[in-house]
């Protein structure tokens, strides 16, 4: 019970410290989400935030229905994480051998195959709800990444002058 306890604010006090980065960046409104308490140095709005929501949560569903629409995000996570692993895997083909190639491609396959299976298998309630979830949030993804698209490409450039497996952007 304490070891749950302790896991969920650890998680909710992440979720704050990362709702305070992308307001301090303008990802998110700065005022309200980029703010810091004086005195504490917390995400003091944020925090609040999160125990607003985690409560309306709280009230709102069952262990059952949050525990789905938790797994329907978390499925569809790593099935984007093995679709990148598959596209760096393919983009560096002629850099590696091609044991390794199968290897690294057969291993994320084999993760995709593994996510998409288990995303499938929810319930259609949670793929309803985690749906219009994601649609109503992708505008604001889109939206984030082009204005920020060039800081994000200098970065990148920046950190693959040091790392060689990283690809750089195009036009540059």
């Not at 920020?148 to 036009?171: K, M, N, Y």
Request: with cysteine.
């Amino acid at each position: 019970m304490l070891g749950s306890l302790g896991s969920g604010l650890t998680g909710k006090v992440a979720a704050a410290r990362l709702l305070y980065a992308m307001g301090r960046d303008e990802v998110l409104p700065r005022r309200p989400f980029g703010y810091l308490d004086p005195v504490r140095n917390n995400p003091t709005y944020n925090i609040l935030l999160i125990g607003v929501c985690t409560l309306a949560g709280a009230l709102c569903l069952d262990l059952e229905h949050a525990g789905e629409l938790l797994n329907f995000g978390a499925f569809l996570s790593f099935i984007g994480v093995n679709l990148a692993a598959l596209r760096q895997s393919y983009m560096h083909r002629h850099t590696a051998g091609r044991a390794q190639i199968i290897r690294e491609m057969g291993i994320s396959a084999l993760g995709l195959l593994f996510s998409l299976g288990m995303w499938l298998s929810l319930p259609v309630l949670a793929k309803v709800v985690g749906g219009a979830w994601f649609w109503r949030g992708s505008p604001t993804a889109a939206g984030a990444h082009v204005a920020f698209a060039s800081p994000l490409d200098r970065s990148i450039s920046q950190v693959s002058e040091f790392h060689p497996r990283i690809i750089r952007p195009t036009g540059q």
